[in-house]
């Protein structure tokens, strides 16, 4: 019996779940669960934990800091907050990089943040986007986050941008796309998406599934060796 921790690379198009599926066949082990659901859009560390001794550390791991680079898409906007979801309008403004910059820093610190209707959250013990899948309208509540660091890396296109963000579990960067547009009066999408890091485990060292098929004896990260991470993990780029 494997207790342990995989950084695990998670390909863009496989849901969170469908990747924790194809760890437990390759360990031959049901006793698995990931830390922090990524988008299926979504790339890079997704990090999975087998075993009782490693899964009941969430709670510990949840609370250090996460790495993110994101394009935003400016003048859209979707009923999920991404460029995978339906249009609700299109043709809106386009911010300059002196506003994008000017306003990075209001997004910074603690903030209550709204949820996507579209998300993992529960609602009534059942998921928020499958409620808001048959059309149905989503209650929640705002959370409140904490974001270290927002920062513009650079312009992909006419109205697409890259960001990096560094913040505290349960930050939905869809939502700050969303309330980023919002505070230069107008809308704006994620297109796009990679978890950099999280909890110390950099994408670097993030092993594909293909690889982990291969061998994965190799790549179990102990938990005590997880723990000791804490230190670099809360202290680094605060």
């Keep these: 019996m494997i207790t342990g921790f995989f950084n695990i690379n998670k ?3 496989l849901t969170s779940a469908a990747v924790v599926g194809r760890v437990k066949r390759i360990i031959r082990q049901k006793d698995l669960g990931h830390m922090g659901t990524l988008d299926p859009m979504a790339s890079g560390v997704l990090i999975v934990a ?3 001794g490693a899964t009941k550390q969430f709670d510990i ?4 800091k996460k790495e993110y680079v994101a394009g ?3 003048g859209t906007d979707t009923d999920t907050l991404d460029t995978t979801g339906k249009v609700i309008s299109s043709g809106g403004a386009v911010p300059d990089e002196a506003d994008l910059r000017a306003a990075l820093p209001k997004l ?8 996507p209707a579209f998300s993992a959250k529960s609602v009534n013990g059942e998921k928020a986007y499958k409620i808001a899948r048959r059309g149905e309208t989503v209650i929640l509540s705002p959370k409140e986050v904490e974001v270290f660091s927002f920062s513009l890396l650079s312009r992909e296109s006419a109205d697409t941008f890259v960001f990096k963000v560094i913040c505290g579990g349960g ?12 505070l230069l009066g107008t809308t704006a999408v994620m297109s796009s998406l990679v978890r950099t890091e999280s909890a110390g485990l950099n994408v670097k060292g993030a092993v ?4 982990l098929s291969e061998g994965f004896e190799k790549y179990i990260i102990p938990v005590g060796e997880m723990l000791d991470m ?3 993990a809360d202290g680094n780029k605060a």
């Excluded at 594909?208 to 690889?211: I, N, S």
């Design 108 to 115: 910074t610190g603690k903030l209550m943040q709204m949820p």
């Design 72 to 74: 935003f898409k400016f």
């Design 171 to 182: 930050t939905y960067i869809r939502s700050l796309a969303r309330d980023l547009g919002a």
């Design 11 to 13: 390909p863009s198009g």
């Design 50 to 52: 087998a075993g009782r």
């Design 61 to 64: 791991l949840h609370k250090r």
């Design 208 to 211: 594909t599934l293909e690889e």
């Design 230 to 232: 804490q230190g670099a």
